[in-house]
């Protein structure tokens, strides 16, 4: 149920949940300030308690109130990707509420480039905001995805859906330097030219989130060669030719990774909607830039 910003903000105040559209995906928000509605995200979403949130705020200053010993390139990189999809993980004030935190001494914070949502958590404070699915389930970037898993009810700010289609890229500042958490929209390279030097990202496993199963459809997902004749269904590229009769789901065209990012979880929703059992997806993409993040969700989706 689509609602305005002044519903929105008097459920966030007395400590409902809401959906709220961000540039990335949707997400599952609610206020930073009441324990019990952070509580009821794990409990809708099914998610485990060890899985931190994000929080999502309007300005640096609210960000500024729940961090400690940022290093100076945080407001280098803010200054570059925010408002936007880069998610910061640093040091958490002591007093920080540890469901966001899920007991750690960091926490993840980001300023997302959505106005709507924007002005909201500007009247109405941070809020953390995991993506808006069933866990394990692909992020919702539709309202139809949302009515799938949490029903027609649910009440979702109103606003453009997200453009992006996947998530944030995640960086943590762990031991004083900056390391890749979470491939995401920005690419790693992008990110690496604002601070003139590598970013390691060989400690995936930091972020609790990536050990789950991620973006999976129920349809079994498979990327080998030999499966491609042996499935209901491809998901490929508009411009390639795949000499096949079966069912084809199109993410576009190989050379534009940004459009390609907007569909795929659409289309990962799309084959479940449409019962199949097994699909075949291309793939094949240049190892570089946003191209990694595309990989790296296929991944996940065809790893269960
Ligand atoms: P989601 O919002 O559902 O897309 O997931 C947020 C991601 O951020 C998950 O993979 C979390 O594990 C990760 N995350 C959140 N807070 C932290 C933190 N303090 N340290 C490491 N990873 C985090
Ligand atoms: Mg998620």
Request: proline content about 6%.
């Amino acid at each position: 149920m689509i609602i305005e910003k002044n519903e929105a903000k008097k459920i966030l105040l007395r400590g409902g949940n809401l959906i709220i559209p961000t540039e990335t995906v949707y997400g599952l928000a609610a206020s930073i300030n009441f324990p019990e509605a952070i509580e009821k995200i794990y409990q809708l979403k099914n998610r485990p308690r060890e899985n931190p949130l994000i929080v999502h705020s309007a300005t640096i200053s609210q960000v500024l109130e729940f961090v400690q010993n940022v290093p100076k390139t945080f407001f280098l990189l803010a200054e570059k990707f925010w408002p936007g999809p880069l998610t910061m993980i640093l040091e958490a004030k002591g007093d920080l509420n540890s469901q966001i935190t899920a007991g750690l001494k960091t926490v993840a914070v980001r300023i997302p480039n959505h106005k709507e949502t924007k002005e909201l958590l500007e009247e109405a404070g941070p809020v953390v905001a995991p993506s808006a699915n069933l866990s394990g389930k692909p992020s919702s970037t539709k309202i139809s995805h949302i009515e799938k898993d949490f029903g027609k009810e649910f009440p979702i700010l109103k606003g453009e859906e997200p453009t992006c289609g996947v998530e944030s890229t995640i960086i943590g500042w762990i031991e004083q330097k900056w390391v890749l958490l979470r491939y995401g929209f920005i690419p790693k390279d992008a990110i690496e030219l604002i601070l003139g030097e590598p970013i390691d990202h060989s400690n995936l496993q930091i972020c609790p989130g990536t050990k789950f199963r991620h973006y999976s459809p129920d349809a079994k997902i498979y990327i080998q060669n030999e499966m491609k004749s042996k499935v209901d269904a491809i998901i490929g590229y508009e411009n390639r030719d795949y000499e096949t009769n079966q069912k084809f789901y199109s993410l576009g065209r190989d050379d534009e990774p940004e459009k390609i990012a907007h569909k795929l979880f659409a289309v990962f929703r799309k084959i479940d909607e449409d019962s199949l059992e097994k699909v075949w997806i291309d793939i094949n993409l240049p190892r570089e830039g946003l191209y990694l993040t595309l990989i790296e969700r296929i991944l996940k989706a065809s790893s269960s």
